[in-house]
């Protein structure tokens, strides 16, 4: 095991199968420290990159229950939701996520990692109807683990953040020079100071 990866030896080849965190955290602890044992795990392969001819890579992603990795193959269906953000997701049990889906419970659905309202209805709409076999599955653990909470935002970042973007940053910079100056002056504790400590860093760079 390698974080939530496990390293497969199949007639001589090794293979890098992804696990979902809570199951990788399962496996691992029924392990003595180096040993290796043999598993089945029931596999998805899937190329992970960009198209149009940017770096592409072969990926494996496993299950140790055939339904379980049918039921990722079916959420994976859904138009917009990523591999990796579906793996992220399943911090409830299957069956409790099917029975959701079914029910149309979006607000079950908008709590899991990463999915949030509008994913949630569109999860509903897209595989409502195929996941009712998933809802008779018993004995079942979650197959992630939940996300660590993030520690909340100080309101005076969050207000620098906005005048960012409303002098023509994008998101994603904005955030970058903002955590660049509060770990340089973490005694910064106003807006003001720390818009003005962006501008000073980056007219420093001109």
Same mark, same amino acid.
Not at 46 to 75: A, K, M, V
Not at 107 to 136: N, Q, S, Y
Not at 163 to 174: E, F, H, P, S
């Given at each position: 095991?390698?974080?939530?990866?496990?390293?497969?030896?199949?007639?001589?080849?090794?293979?890098?199968?992804?696990?979902?965190?809570?199951?990788?955290?399962?496996?691992?602890?029924?392990?003595?420290?180096?040993?290796?044992?043999?598993?089945?795990?029931?596999?998805?392969?899937?190329?992970?990159?960009?198209?149009?001819?940017?770096?592409?890579?072969?990926?494996?992603?496993?299950?140790?229950?055939?339904?379980?990795?049918?039921?990722?193959?079916?959420?994976?269906?859904?138009?917009?939701?990523?591999?990796?953000?579906?793996?992220?997701?399943?911090?409830?049990?299957?069956?409790?996520?099917?029975?959701?889906?079914?029910?149309?419970?979006?607000?079950?659905?908008?709590?899991?990692?990463?999915?949030?309202?509008?994913?949630?209805?569109?999860?509903?709409?897209?595989?409502?109807?195929?996941?009712?076999?998933?809802?008779?599955?018993?004995?079942?653990?979650?197959?992630?683990?939940?996300? =660590? %909470? $993030? @520690?909340?935002?100080?309101?005076?970042? +969050?207000?620098?953040?906005?005048?960012?973007? *409303?002098? !023509?940053?994008? &998101?994603?910079?904005?955030?970058?020079?903002?955590?660049?100056?509060? =770990? %340089? $002056? @973490?005694?910064?504790?106003?807006?003001? +100071?720390?818009?003005?400590?962006?501008?000073? *860093?980056? !007219?420093?760079? &001109?």
């Amino acid at each position: 095991m390698r974080g939530d990866s496990a390293i497969v030896e199949v007639n001589g080849l090794f293979y890098e199968v992804m696990l979902p965190g809570g199951l990788a955290q399962r496996i691992t602890r029924s392990l003595a420290p180096d040993e290796a044992r043999e598993v089945t795990f029931h596999t998805l392969h899937y190329i992970e990159g960009w198209g149009g001819g940017g770096s592409q890579r072969p990926r494996l992603i496993g299950f140790t229950e055939e339904l379980d990795r049918e039921f990722f193959e079916l959420l994976t269906t859904v138009s917009g939701l990523g591999t990796k953000t579906a793996l992220r997701a399943l911090t409830i049990p299957i069956p409790e996520m099917a029975q959701a889906i079914e029910g149309g419970d979006a607000r079950t659905l908008a709590r899991l990692p990463r999915i949030g309202p509008r994913m949630a209805d569109k999860i509903i709409a897209e595989l409502k109807g195929k996941a009712w076999k998933f809802t008779l599955l018993t004995g079942e653990a979650p197959l992630a683990m939940p996300e =660590k %909470a $993030r @520690p909340a935002e100080q309101p005076f970042v +969050a207000e620098a953040r906005q005048i960012l973007l *409303q002098v !023509g940053y994008r &998101a994603t910079d904005a955030a970058a020079a903002i955590e660049k100056v509060l =770990k %340089a $002056r @973490p005694d910064i504790a106003t807006s003001q +100071a720390l818009v003005q400590e962006v501008f000073r *860093q980056r !007219g420093s760079k &001109a």
